[in-house]
């Protein structure tokens, strides 16, 4: 048989710019070059954020270019100091380097931008036929060209001077084999240029497109009324409930955040269908992220204290946020120091500090105006209080029945007071310790705890009649409200499930492991509907944490959670690369759940804006490979092939032994 070779020539070392060629879905969209050029185009509204740009011209050419043109500082075109290369050559060829990255010092060209995962405008030279840019500076005209994927790189000449005049000019001929579709969607190159204009008070976006006929169509943008006309505009003139609310907020030098980080923002309460937007630094957030679950916290904390200074809460009523936010459209524009977002893409914020920065920024101007607007408010609080009645009045209480009647709750389940399974969850936590820190740490309204004392019965081989022999199983179907069922049961085996999610909790150890794949166990196969329907959920506490001290007034201390030793060295290495030394950080290893404190096992697994909890799913296809696999591992009559499997598979192992 013909054998590939294998030695020390198979191996191929990517450079400059060929990883994006290689694998372009890992540093942007592939349906068309949209993200592209939204990358130019952010770097022309970095300069208006800044207040060095007061336009922004987008040219759409026939011949699949697209130009984008801004008059700020220009792009500088002198040698680096230490690479001995034209800047815009290193902006337009190389990974990982731009103005953005150098904060703490206080070097960087931009105090406020759209992140630092460093690709940009790279990205778009490595997918791009060709790129020519303009740069006007210090009175001159500097021109270059990149080719073929930036591995062609013209020469940096002068062509000329231009008086007083600056910016920089970024002509862009996308590769179309990199995308599904060779042309930008012209309707979200209006979204995102008119967006800007929102966002940026003052400054005026411009769009041209040529035709088949070679005349060129303009719109312009300029939004006078910034985000409250943008969100009239985006709930198409309906009336509000009550008068749009709008404002923004930054932080100074006596608050707890970075100087200059805040929010801006407009929202209001409508009956017909709901709209929102979200951006951090003028990038758009079409997933949204944790700024948005700051906008929802702080109106939801105002208008619940409305509510109750003002006596207007019924007996029995209790709210939640969707009650309050369910009805709000809005538009937010947050503005972080240190943004870090989902991917390359950059469509949904993960900073987990956005929840309180924007919370704190929005929560106290709201109070101040209900409580001035008295009957506006009254008006939020009625549709609030009518939405949470409503929510109630749906929601049944379902109670297990058996032979004997009905079923008892377990005295040692902590439950919920709400009876709405859509927002219920049960956790179902590894010993009696760890359940007294996650009572403590729980929102009593939709989160109940079920402390389960040792390891639960390997339930792989148990009849299913045998099943409520074991104390911790009949428990945990008694709290849920769920009968033992085969895999082709109806879904009218789960009509009387009391919580809409079922969180396991356990040590991030190998006991912890241990109880997990035990409870997976159970539930693939007495309760399969729970894992089909994705009610279903493995929370992940972290092993490690880490303190970081503040440095500075831009960045206050830290607190850093850590999963594995994988994860613990990452965040060693981001924060050496921030300058901090290791004998600076205070690294706590966590020997359980029961020894972290509620408020630390309430922010890393338990608080829906900040917890990491993985869904537990399984393909259909493979549910026959599944079954074997457990077999495998559970099945009692398995011995000596699981001794057989694990002497051929255990050097896979990563465990914390």
Not at 114 to 128: E, I, K, M, N, Y
Not at 142 to 159: N, P, S, W, Y
């Amino acid at each position: 048989m013909n054998q590939k070779q294998y030695d020390e020539s198979s191996f191929r070392v990517l450079k400059g710019l060929e990883p994006v060629r290689e694998r372009p879905g890992m540093y942007t969209r592939t349906d068309s070059p949209c993200h592209i050029i939204q990358e130019v185009i952010d770097n022309a509204a970095d300069e208006a954020l800044g207040g060095f740009a007061k336009n922004i011209h987008v040219l759409v050419l026939r011949d699949g270019s697209i130009t984008v043109t801004d008059d700020g500082r220009g792009i500088p075109v002198g040698l680096h100091p230490i690479e001995k290369v034209p800047v815009v050559v290193l902006a337009y060829t190389v990974l990982h380097a731009g103005g953005k990255f150098d904060k703490k010092s206080g070097n960087s060209a931009y105090a406020f931008s759209g992140g630092l995962h460093g690709v940009g405008v790279a990205v778009t030279t490595a997918l791009s036929r060709r790129v020519e840019v303009e740069v006007r500076r210090e009175g001159k005209i500097h021109q270059i060209a990149f080719d073929d994927g930036g591995r062609t790189i013209g020469k940096l000449v002068e062509a000329g001077s231009c008086g007083r005049t600056t910016g920089t000019q970024v002509r862009v001929w996308p590769d179309t084999k990199f995308f599904d579709s060779p042309k930008v969607p012209v309707a979200e190159l209006e979204r995102l240029l008119r967006s800007k204009a929102v966002l940026l008070p003052g400054i005026q976006v411009y769009l041209e497109v040529e035709q088949a006929d070679g005349t060129l169509t303009r719109q312009e943008w300029h939004y006078k009324d910034g985000l409250r006309g943008y969100l009239a505009e985006m709930t198409s003139g309906a009336d509000p409930l009550a008068p749009l609310f709008s404002g923004e907020k930054y932080a100074t030098d006596d608050d707890d955040f970075a100087e200059g980080e805040g929010a801006a923002w407009a929202f209001g309460w409508f009956d017909g269908a709901q709209a929102g937007e979200s951006y951090v630094n003028l990038i758009p957030t079409v997933a949204g992220g944790m700024h948005e679950s700051g906008l929802r916290a702080g109106v939801f904390e105002a208008v619940k204290g409305f509510i109750e200074m003002h006596g207007l809460l019924p007996k029995g009523v209790k709210l939640q946020q969707e009650d309050v936010c369910g009805r709000m459209s809005y538009v937010l524009s947050a503005r972080l120091l240190d943004p870090q977002f989902q991917g390359q893409v950059k469509e949904k914020l993960n900073s987990r500090e956005a929840v309180k920065l924007v919370s704190a920024m929005v929560m106290p101007p709201l109070e101040a105006w209900l409580n001035v607007n008295v009957e506006h408010g009254k008006a939020i609080a009625e549709l609030a209080i009518k939405q949470a009645q409503s929510r109630l009045k749906n929601s049944q209480k379902v109670e297990k029945r058996k032979s004997g009647g009905v079923a008892v709750l377990p005295g040692k389940l902590a439950d919920c007071e709400s009876s709405d399974i859509a927002e219920n969850e049960l956790y179902l936590v590894e010993g009696d310790s760890a359940g007294g820190s996650a009572k403590l740490a729980r929102s009593r309204e939709t989160q109940a705890i079920l402390p389960l004392r040792g390891k639960v019965q390997n339930a792989w081989e148990i009849d299913p009649d045998r099943l409520f022999a074991n104390a911790e199983i009949h428990d945990i179907a008694v709290a849920l409200g769920v009968d033992p069922h085969p895999a082709d049961a109806t879904e009218a085996v789960l009509s009387n499930l009391r919580y809409g999610k079922l969180i396991i909790m356990a040590d991030a150890d190998v006991d912890g492991s241990h109880i997990q794949t035990l409870l997976l166990t159970l539930f693939l196969r007495h309760f399969p509907k729970l894992v089909a329907a994705g009610h279903v959920y493995i929370a992940l506490p972290p092993l490690y944490r880490v303190d970081v001290p503040a440095s500075g007034k831009k960045r206050p201390a830290r607190r850093l959670y850590a999963l594995d030793d994988r994860e613990l060295d990452s965040i060693r290495e981001r924060l050496a690369k921030e300058g901090l030394r290791a004998d600076q950080l205070e690294i706590g290893r966590f020997k359980g759940l029961g020894e972290m404190q509620p408020a630390q096992l309430k922010e890393t697994a338990m608080d829906p804006a900040t917890r990491r909890v993985l869904p537990v799913t399984i393909e259909v296809e493979r549910n026959a490979y599944t079954s074997n696999l457990f077999d495998l591992l559970m099945g009692k009559g398995e011995a000596s092939s699981r001794r057989a499997w694990m002497e051929l598979k255990g050097n896979l192992v990563e465990a914390d032994l």
